[in-house]
């Protein structure tokens, strides 16, 4: 007796998924860790902090282009810091390897 596989495939539409015959589309949660886990790190980094501010991507694209500049600007700013301070904790320790 053979039992066909329920493990999700691919199924028409984007984002659709296929299981045991029935095909869905994913949840609003579902899709949000899609996009996620698509980010390069630094997208990712954008929207911590842009998230930290109180913004949405839509929100920063509706601000008039002076005031949107100055967000820009303070979002470079943060990233830049960051990226030294993790640089900073790499370069930084020191191991004892003996054992």
């Known amino acids: 007796?053979?039992?066909?596989p329920t493990s999700p495939t691919p199924a028409a539409g984007p984002g659709a998924w296929s299981m045991g015959g029935a095909?869905?589309?994913p949840t609003a949660a579902e899709q949000q860790f899609r996009d996620y886990a698509k980010m390069t790190?630094?997208?990712?980094?954008?929207?911590?902090?842009l998230d930290s501010m109180g913004l949405?991507?839509?929100q920063l694209r509706a601000m008039d282009p002076?005031?949107?500049?100055?967000?820009e600007e303070k979002i470079k700013e943060l990233i830049k810091q960051k990226v030294e301070q993790a640089t900073e904790k790499k370069t930084?320790?020191?191991?004892?390897?003996k054992a």
């Open 1 to 4: 007796m053979q039992i066909a």
């Open 23 to 25: 095909t869905r589309q």
């Open 41 to 49: 790190p630094a997208e990712k980094m954008r929207a911590e902090i």
């Open 56 to 58: 949405t991507e839509d």
């Open 66 to 71: 002076k005031e949107r500049a100055k967000v």
């Open 92 to 97: 930084g320790q020191i191991v004892d390897v």
